[in-house]
């Protein structure tokens, strides 16, 4: 892994270009990426405040100093106490500035604090420089993104193994999330999804009681964290025999999927690797079915850049990592979605993922 | 349940009393409360902005469309898709302003999107409006705040049953989790705290491999969530024969879990609460070693208002709904929390949890 100090000098030749003065990071992956430490972010002021020149300052409650003051301390540890005033505090660390740049998942409530004593100061959204940083990934961090993505494949196969009808979305959400931690993940990187039957076309569809039925496609869409990298995966089966028109569909998805994958090289900008995938399902007919980008980065956070999206011209580059995930929704009827996480190398795309891609279908 | 039309009228008197022009709430408890729609927070924007007068608007990713459709439409709907110019969508939907609040949950990032395109709008925390309204729960609030707990002191009966020495922090808290889910919480309301030994000092401890051991207080703090309505419960076993020492510093913090409880009566100030239980924990000596406030309030956050915290002078009224949970940590040597979930009524505070608080040994 690139030290916590190299890290913080590519943040600083960004600031610098970028003339920002100082950095102000929320607790999450900013954080544990120049910190190693993590907190759980709440109510309670917690920032890492990164001056462009000189030691960085980290504020946290009092009920953080001693794990906090476990780790190499390469930043000042401020720690405050109940009843302190913050405005006070903030300001005889930081001082008047110019320009700043903010966490973009820093809650708006400290953003306020910040912004109150800062007065003058322009913002900024930090996402520029760390989204920069972050976005291309050292060997360290690919061999994480591969652990965790491995970790989803094996998790994906219990599914197929256990999957029946009868079984209701959150009890298979459960079980996705036992074998994602009994093979040794740290956690799981978002509530897995469970979309069956018409449930399917809610891209974002939290597990209900419904039970799986013979003539359901099942969307299942979960990941895991490994020294903190997170994974995420997408397969839709079928329970029972698809149709015709059903085994259709699943293929104008997975052409849409391998489509997208063969996009993604070296140098072709984000949203071409988009407009690839969104072709095949257009061409079938329903362009209007696929309601969400193509893609997005993936580390530390489950979603950061690269997002696979119209607009997003810029290059992709060896060390990316990030997710190809078409899919057509039928309101109210079903949903497809296939995803893997791939990464770029100098010598093309590779699949983090090596689940099937082919249609299952539970008999 | 009081009716989405009655709390919004009662927002809406705050707005007024506090000169608001507009409200931006973020996904989450404050949207969850105005609309009965989840969504997840992301880099999307989603966002229900409440003018003083005429319909909401509820601004969502299109693939969001279907799912907010479903529920009864007092507000307006205003989808986007990928490449949409969001500060257009913003500024047609909303003009300009004199005076917003915002949600101090919505992602800074999201809070620049609003700061560059309302110009020279001034922005307040909606906390201050949307607290003040959320604090006071009615009876359908309290049934499910009482059944949430209910959950947790079943589970953590069951973790009293089955807690063994040799088991890892990690094991047990998948335990608790699972206890949780298959009682039918619909979900945790945080990832659970399990801190043993000099684990036990560091109050928002990450579960890890660590294993329990004779000798080891362990600290477990975990909730469920149900109907939306979050529990928080925190337990300390002793694994093992306590001995004398051991025995004393739990009868301290049991004593002041007690005498925050008594001081929780209507019309006493939030702050009095956490002196109460501050004053016995420093009258043995440890005040050093109490490192947080006592209580939070509970409801669709697990962490909301009312705090129980210095600086703190509301007074408490019916229908307040908080934790008491004091502390003792010796650094590097263990932790000791009893916390419960109480109600303020009438006639004095009630408990939610019933689980028993005094020391449990587990021979």
Known sequence: ???????????????????????????????????????????????????????????????YGEAAGRSQAWFNLVTWCDGLDLSTLIASAVGPLKRAAVDKKLWAGHFLTLINVLGECRFVEADDIMGSVRVTKDDFELESLGRSANLADKAMAQAAEKIRPGMTEKELALLIENTLKSFGAEDISFKPIIASGPNGSLPHHSPQERELQRGDFVVMDFGAVAEGYCSDITRTFFIG????????????????????????SMGAP??????????????????????????????????????????????????????????????????????????????????????????????
Chains 1, 2 share one sequence.
């Open 241 to 264: 025999r698809a149709d015709a028109a059903s085994r259709e569909l699943y293929r104008v998805v997975q052409q849409a999927n391998e489509t997208g994958f063969q996009a993604a």
């Open 270 to 363: 984000c949203e071409r690797v988009d407009a690839a995938a969104r072709a095949v399902i257009a061409g079938a007919g329903y362009g209007r079915n696929f309601i969400h980008r193509t893609g997005h980065g993936i580390g530390l956070d489950y979603h950061e850049d690269p997002y696979i999206v119209q607009g997003n011209a810029a290059p992709l580059q060896p060390g990316m990592v990030f997710s190809i995930e078409p899919g057509i929704y039928l309101q109210g009827k079903l949903g497809i979605r296939i995803e893997d996480i791939v990464a770029v190398t100098e010598s093309g795309p590779v699949r983090l993922n090596q689940f099937p891609r082919e249609l299952i279908e539970i008999t």
């Open 1 to 63: 892994m690139n030290s916590y100090a190299q890290r913080l000098e590519q943040v600083r030749r960004l600031m610098a270009s970028q003339e920002v003065d100082y950095l102000f990071l929320a607790p999450g992956a900013n954080m544990f990426y120049l910190t190693g430490i993590r907190t759980v972010p709440d109510e309670r002021l917690q920032v890492l405040a990164v001056p462009r020149e000189g030691s960085p300052i980290l504020i946290l409650p009092e009920m």
